[in-house]
């Protein structure tokens, strides 16, 4: 059997797609994650975890007779992704610290490692959404948890250039990731997933308004990119495997946030009916308008595949939810049991 990759954040919304896809390619993998996450959620159903570890007890066991087995890289999904947190101790600990421990242990190792880096480093895009590595000091995220990423970007960059770096590494800036398998993260989901329950329970979607001038209601934009282009870029970035950088991952195109609740509308056959409501005081000068990827330099280290359409990536993942759960509901939004 070949090595297995050690997967963090394995039992997360982008962990679970990717472990799930390394059993559908024969790849061995040894999940990292809280240990109640792997059995508590309902769309893990059918995942082979391979080896299981508590992402707390990782490094004790790396020192372990589970280091002595070798891996075949890692892959560092694992964080705090709530945008609205705001212990710092915390984000630094989660994001920062382990991250660079892993960076560090890879580099003893001699082990590719591939990592989650955000979107949310490039705060409001006043530098832009390039992803030119000589900008990064500068960005400015608008909350903590951006900042973290930024932060652990920036050390890595450093790094290598002091000469210590993974004999192949990458960072990927995951631009607005939605699909299959994320109830778990409740205020933290996209907004297809917030948008389908609403529809199903209700058949009325509540966005917010734009305050910002120039700015229509729903006319918000974010590079949406469904979770298996994610899950495509992450094990091509593993076989070449890309020698280095950090990356951003996304669509290359913003859509609008009615785009994306017509789409899923469409998606579960209802006609839209949306209620407009006032963005959280709180959460406003936190609030980016507009997002999106410049994927020149993915583009042009080989990754050539294109990637999937907003409407076919909302379809996809609406009926993904519908099959996983009871009751159905028609195309009114009713309960099928009613």
Known sequence: MSLPLLVTGAAGFIGARFVESCNARGIPVVSVDVLDAFTSRPEHEGIDWGTCVD???????????????GFAGIVHLGACSATTELDLAFLERVNVAYSKTLWNYACDHDLPFVYASSAATYGAGELGYD??????????????YGDSKRRFDVWA?????????????????????????????????????????QIRDRGVVRLFRSHK????????SRDFIWVGDVIDVLHWALDQPLERGVFNLGTGQARSFLDLVHATFAACGAEPNIEWVDTPVELRERYQYFTEADMGRLREAGYTRPFTKLEEGVRRTVEAMRAAEAPRFDATGASSTD
């Open 131 to 144: 992803d030119d590595e000589s900008k990064f000091e500068a960005l400015r995220p608008l909350n903590p």
């Open 213 to 220: 001038e120039g700015v229509a209601d729903g006319q918000q």
């Open 157 to 197: 960059l450093q790094q290598e250039r002091d000469g210590h770096s993974p004999p192949a590494w990458c960072g990927f800036k995951f631009f607005n990731v939605y699909g299959f398998g994320e109830r778990h993260k409740d205020a933290m989901a996209s907004v297809v997933v917030k948008a389908y329950d």
């Open 55 to 69: 992402r707390d007890e990782l490094f004790d066991a790396l020192a372990g007779p589970l280091g002595e087995k």
